[in-house]
């Protein structure tokens, strides 16, 4: 496809941070092998589900491609002989469904190009390195001062954001970094809107801020050039990773966890929190903080990626911060993930879970206040702080910064206002999302509340009380008509009638035949 062609009418803008779960329904015995029926569902709905069959040997093939992440993950061992037995393959069965949920709920792992392709062939069929490289080749037809020097294959965790590592041909040592991404599903800027922005994007002058050295873009992805960096991110720094080795390889299981020196800490945290205001200030929607997109010049944290609000991609920590409904807007996610990177920063690798109960001993007090307020249980049920409200903060407020650069990023009057619709309906999305989610909660845990054993026993005792009120009841009202039936004898007035579930009570009056 040519990089100025329009993209097919009807794409579908999958939202690839949206988390997959898998259930393995059966097992059926073919002649040599066993096959495993499984129900694989997107988010949150049923109706969102699909089954897929995989044999014992697609399951070894995963996890062989999984090993360059460094973990050891728990498939069954494999068993030659014996292995059609209907108790093995039961229990085989359960050691699938185990492994099935170690990898889908792994942050890292659960948002591979590899894990995908199992779990959803029908969407991730694609090679878009092959679709990148294709768009690459048209652009530099018209701007044949670029080279490619080779892929950067898998450094980044996106599945449709590609790298090359550049040159230009008349300074062959200088290299430089080319991203491709296609688009997201929080894309809401016109066409023309979308492609002035991103050119803009090499204007923005910021000494917190990555320089973009080239952009451009057509109806359907764009194309960025930068300075390549061989200190790589911040991310880098923390796990001594090098920079051009595949992202699963770099991140998912350090050998040395540590965190960073107190003094970085403070540094490099004020100096993200001012590039953050700047662009909230600006009106500017980012939304994509964590500490593989901030980039490492010298002492200089310098943020990249601004391109990924414009695209409509997914936030890397959408899966943790769509779980809190008063995390909802852009302001309040560039908070919460702040609150992920300084806890990255700190401790040398992410929170197990969020919110986080306690925090583990810090370098300071100071460090642990500003993590309470991004990641704590009250903090996520009430709120966050405004970024200038953590610049206030002890741990940043006594940091001296020392640049000399002024920024710069004019945004004509006209985007700006296309940049706060796009951000209103960024936003929208993610609120419908939260409220989903909420909704779901409530629902799953009042089922689980309604079927739990001492519910049932509650409901049992409910029930044979009110049995037992029942039986009171009629008991009293077969009483009371058999009183009224004596009074009204007695009074020379006509029996009543009787139900028929009541027996007729005996007459006492004495009844003479007719002459």
């Known amino acids: 496809m040519a990089f100025m062609e329009k993209p097919p009418a009807g794409k579908v803008l999958l ?17 040599s092998h066993t096959e495993y029926i499984i129900r694989v569902q997107r988010g949150i709905s049923v109706e969102n589900s699909w089954q897929i069959v995989r044999r014992y040997s697609d399951f070894d093939l995963l996890n062989n491609s999984l090993q360059i992440a460094g973990l050891s993950l728990p498939l069954p061992p494999k068993k030659l002989i014996g292995n059609m037995d209907r108790e093995f ?57 670029w080279e490619v020097v080779e892929p950067l294959k898998d450094i980044g965790w996106r599945i449709r954001k590609k790298y090359f590592l550049m040159k230009i041909k008349n300074q062959p040592k200088e290299r430089l970094v080319l991203s491709w991404a296609d ?30 050295t080239f952009a451009t873009a057509n109806e359907s992805s764009a194309l960025l050039i930068r300075m390549f960096n061989e200190k790589g991110t911040l991310k880098d720094l923390i796990y001594k990773a090098k920079p051009k080795d595949p992202f699963l390889k770099k991140y998912c299981n350090p050998k040395k966890i540590q965190g960073l020196e107190l003094q970085q800490i403070k540094t490099y945290g004020r100096q993200i929190l001012e590039v953050l205001k700047f662009l909230h200030d600006k009106g500017f929607p980012y939304g994509h903080l964590h500490t593989s997109n901030v980039m490492l010049d010298g002492d200089t944290c310098r943020l990249l990626d601004l391109e990924n609000s414009l695209l409509g991609l997914p936030a890397f920590y959408r899966s943790y911060f769509s779980q809190f409904r008063k995390i909802n807007t852009l302001e309040s996610v560039d908070v919460h993930c702040f609150g992920h990177l300084l806890y990255e920063m700190t401790y040398g690798r992410p929170p197990d879970s969020v919110p986080v109960d306690s925090f583990p001993p810090a370098p300071s007090m100071a460090v642990v206040a500003v993590l309470e307020s991004t990641l704590s249980c009250e903090a996520c049920k009430n709120g966050m702080p405004t970024v200038s409200r953590l610049l206030q903060m002890p741990l940043f407020s006594d940091v001296l910064l020392t640049t000399s650069e002024k920024p710069q990023f004019k945004i004509p009057t006209k985007l700006k206002e296309a940049l706060r619709i796009a951000k209103e309906c960024i936003e929208k999305r993610l609120i419908e999302e939260q409220k989903q989610i909420h909704q779901h909660r409530r629902l799953t845990r009042a089922q689980s509340h309604h079927g739990s054993e001492e519910e049932r026993k509650k409901r049992k005792i409910l029930a044979r009380k009110k049995s037992k009120r029942s039986a009171l009841e009629n008991s009293e009202e077969h009483s009371a008509k058999y009183n009224n039936s004596n009074n009204s004898a007695g009074s020379g007035a006509s029996s009543p009638l009787t139900s028929p579930s009541s027996p007729t009570p005996p007459s006492t009056s004495v009844e003479h035949a007719p002459f």
Request: overall charge neutral; proline content about 6%.
């Open 15 to 31: 939202d690839d941070t949206v988390p997959l779960t898998a259930a393995i329904e059966a097992s059926q015995s073919l002649q």
């Open 89 to 145: 393959i039961a229990e085989r069965q359960k050691g699938l469904q185990n492994y099935l949920n170690v990898i889908t709920t792994n942050h890292i792992l659960s948002n591979c190009e590899l894990v995908k392709k199992f779990l959803d062939p029908n969407n991730y069929s694609a090679n878009y390195t092959e679709i990148a490289l294709q768009q690459v080749s048209m652009f530099f037809r018209s701007e044949p001062k």
């Open 183 to 212: 688009l997201g599903p929080d894309k809401y800027l016109s066409d023309k809107d979308f492609q002035c922005l991103i050119k803009l994007l090499p204007s923005c002058l910021h000494p917190y801020i990555y320089r973009v």
